[in-house]
């Protein structure tokens, strides 16, 4: 959360557009969902780093052909800001997706474990929630909701 209202959607934005060169020299598909969003009291550095850490994430579980979908917005009746990512690459095994949130947990050889703990914190810290999915060999889903009164939408 922020004091000050920010443009979540242009932050999110540049964060895809950042990482299309590794999504293009991997070879992936991908699709983009980003609304339009009204300034939101949401730290807009925070989102961006959250988006680049979730999709860098599916770029590295997912091999040439392999699908990484970002759909950002608000909850259609809601005040319910959303991120969803998903991907169909490797999957995590029930073992590694019950310690995947952990802080230095890893299961890559060049991770460090900070990723995913912080994007935890940080959607707890806004009252959000995060979750994921995942089957080995089917890929992983990510979805994060982070509630605001309506007052706080402009």
């Not at 091999?63 to 995590?92: C, Q, R, W």
């Not at 949130?101 to 050889?109: D, G």
Request: a neutral charge; charged letters at 25%.
């Amino acid at each position: 959360r922020s004091s000050r209202k920010t443009a979540v959607d242009n932050a999110i934005r540049e964060a895809w557009q950042l990482l299309q060169g590794k999504i293009k020299k991997k070879k992936l598909n991908s699709y983009c969902n980003i609304c339009d969003m009204p300034l939101l009291p949401l730290d807009d550095h925070v989102a961006r780093a959250i988006v680049f850490n979730l999709v860098t994430n599916a770029i590295e579980a997912c091999e040439p052909g392999d699908n990484i979908i970002l759909k950002t917005g608000l909850i259609e009746g809601e005040s319910i800001f959303h991120i969803y990512v998903a991907d169909t690459g490797s999957g995590m095994s029930p073992k590694i997706l019950k310690r995947c949130k952990e802080i230095f947990f890893t299961s890559r050889a060049n991770g460090s474990g900070i990723g995913l703990a912080l994007c935890t914190r940080a959607t707890e810290e806004a009252e959000g929630k995060l979750n994921i999915e995942s089957v080995v060999g089917k890929g992983t889903n990510i979805s994060i909701e982070i509630p605001l009164n309506q007052s706080e939408i402009i």
